[in-house]
């Protein structure tokens, strides 16, 4: 899930985990809205594909195509991580909408 340009919306210094891809850096002047809502975008997808992935392995285990339980509880949380994180990303995005609103002019 790349969500590298809502991460750098904050100036935060990324946490590099072992073994995971480097998060590239995105100069300041780039940070415009267009590319925030893409990344947005991008992790919407990524999240359905993920869902999709978890439904498939569900059916596949139903159906006695794979008789590994892992594939399927590793698809499953991974879609539900997503889901979380992509919940989390969106009511933030409505609690800065609403104090955007709320704003006196």
């Known amino acids: 899930m790349d969500v ?3 991460g750098n919306l904050y100036k935060t210094t990324p946490v ?3 073994g995971a891809p480097a998060i590239p850096q995105v100069p300041d ?3 415009d809205f267009a590319s925030v809502f893409d990344a947005a975008k991008n992790m919407i997808t990524e999240t ?5 992935n ?9 159906l006695g195509e794979s008789d590994n339980p892992h594939d399927l509880m590793i698809a499953e ?6 889901l979380q ?4 990303v969106r009511d933030k995005f409505i609690q800065s909408y ?4 709320n704003m006196q002019i």
């Open 85 to 88: 994180y992509t919940v989390a």
């Open 54 to 62: 978890a439904h498939s392995e569900l059916i596949k285990f139903a």
């Open 4 to 6: 590298s340009m809502i």
């Open 98 to 101: 609403q104090t955007i609103m």
């Open 48 to 52: 359905n594909d993920l869902q999709n």
């Open 16 to 18: 590099s985990t072992p």
């Open 77 to 82: 949380q991974k879609a539900a991580l997503a």
């Open 29 to 31: 002047n780039t940070r």
